[in-house]
């Protein structure tokens, strides 16, 4: 169904639903006016009604509530299958021009690279739905060792700066451990996907220069946290719980150009508490940055 069409359908609803309540209501004082002595009646009446009041602003909510997800499930399609096409189109693009064209050695490699990162990108989207598949599920098996939490962030933080192509300036890692070595129990992978999708998020939604601050800091005894800031487009305040809900994605006019499927935060939160920890994030408001904050118990 189109956007506007959406909007006519919930516009329907709430004003179908309003309508029921107040004629629910309007009923229920009639009956009151009507009934003044006949006590049994009255509270019969009264239970009545405020049930049938309770079950219609129920289902008028619960409507709603699905076509909003309906809209955000369109969304993920659109965005999933932009986010294949791209790269398997150009992907052809280059494999039709090598096989038509004589090239010199130097172009070849140069397509072979630009088609080798367009494949790493196909299997990043890929690796990232089942991620977000998997992390749907209530019971999994984590693989838990025990984990040196420092390092494991200053590998996501190398990797990072490679795919991107990034300086140290660009992405500075810092760590504030007084001389110590905490460890967590944790899975290796998942926890790296979780940091990782941070990190990608941190530099996707910088648009100008990226400037993204990363710390590993000792909270207590029991407890430590990795930091992860950037001075990218910032979140409003009334966003910031939402962004980590499946399929999510901050609407807005610089979102619409800054692809994405609204997956990576809520892996980043499936992850983490089921590490025992927790994740959540601050921003100043809109041009402002972003803090990430996960915090995980130490071992
Ligand atoms: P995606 O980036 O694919 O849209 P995510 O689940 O990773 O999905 O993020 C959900 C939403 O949270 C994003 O659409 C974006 O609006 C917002 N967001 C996430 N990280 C940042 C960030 N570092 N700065 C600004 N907004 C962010």
């Given amino acids: 169904m189109p956007v506007s069409g959406r909007r006519k359908s919930i516009a329907f609803f709430i004003t179908l639903g309003a309508c029921l309540v107040a004629l629910a ?3 229920n004082v009639g009956w009151i006016l009507l009934n003044p002595r006949e006590v049994a009646l009255l509270v019969f009446g009264i239970v009545f009604f405020l049930l049938l009041i309770t079950g219609l602003v129920l289902n008028t909510t619960f409507l709603i509530r699905e076509i909003r997800r309906n809209e955000q499930h369109d969304a993920f399609i659109n965005a999933v299958t932009h986010e294949l096409k791209t790269p398997l189109t150009s992907i052809r693009l280059y494999l039709e021009t090598l096989k038509k064209r004589d090239l010199t050695d130097n172009q070849r490699q140069e397509f072979y690279d630009v088609m080798l990162a367009d494949s790493d990108r196909l299997l990043q989207t890929v690796e990232q739905v089942l991620r977000a598949g998997r992390s749907g599920q209530r019971r999994r098996n984590i693989n838990l060792r025990k984990i040196d939490i420092g390092e494991l962030v200053h590998e996501c933080v190398g990797l990072a700066r490679l ?3 990034l300086s140290p300036d660009a992405v500075s890692f810092a760590e504030s451990l007084n001389g110590e070595r905490p460890q967590v129990k944790a899975d290796a992978d998942e926890l790296r996907a979780a940091i990782s999708n941070l990190l990608d998020n941190a530099v996707k939604y910088s648009v100008k220069e990226v400037e993204v601050s990363v ?4 909270l207590d005894d029991k407890k430590v946290a990795v930091r992860i800031q950037d001075r990218g487009i910032g979140i409003p305040a009334g966003q910031l719980k939402r962004i980590f809900k499946r399929f999510y994605r901050v609407p807005g006019r610089v979102m619409g150009r800054i692809k994405g499927t609204g997956l990576g935060l809520f892996i980043v939160r499936s992850v983490i508490e089921k ?3 927790r994740v959540f994030a601050e921003s100043e ?4 940055g972003s803090r990430f904050t996960i915090q995980l118990p130490r071992v």
């Fill in 163 to 165: 795919r991107y192509n």
């Fill in 285 to 288: 408001g809109l041009g402002h």
């Fill in 275 to 277: 590490h025992g920890g």
């Fill in 25 to 27: 209501i309007a009923l």
């Fill in 215 to 218: 710390e590993v800091a000792l």
